[in-house]
């Protein structure tokens, strides 16, 4: 009788850890997934606002390119670049933010 009460208290404990496990890493492997998604998002931000800053100096006429680059800074594309990925990235840390606490309000189990 000891027996069965103690492994019916085995099986159940087993299936509470089961149910909190399964949920954990769920909601862990999600959160990772955002995460490394808004990362490589960010990243490839960058990369275009920079390149296209870039572009933009490459198609001026030569006259007013000469004139700029007499006032404008060397480092100005990676400046403007910063500035407007950290607006970016700003927003998408709000949406993540906003997501993670709906996902925390939905029901489990």
Request: charged share 15%; hydrophobic share 55%; proline share 2%.
């Amino acid at each position: 009788m000891i027996r069965w009460i103690g492994a019916l208290l085995i099986k159940i404990l087993d299936w509470i850890l089961s149910k909190f496990a399964v949920r954990f890493a769920g909601r862990m492997a999600t959160t990772l997934g955002w995460m490394t998604f808004y990362v490589a998002m960010l990243t490839a931000l960058a990369v275009l606002v920079g390149t296209i800053i870039t572009g933009l100096s490459a198609t001026l006429p030569s006259d007013l390119a000469k004139g700029i680059a007499l006032v404008k800074p060397g480092n100005l594309e990676v400046c403007i670049s910063a500035i407007y990925s950290t607006k970016v990235a700003l927003w998408v840390f709000r949406q993540k933010k906003q997501f993670l606490e709906w996902e925390q309000m939905r029901k489990y189990i």
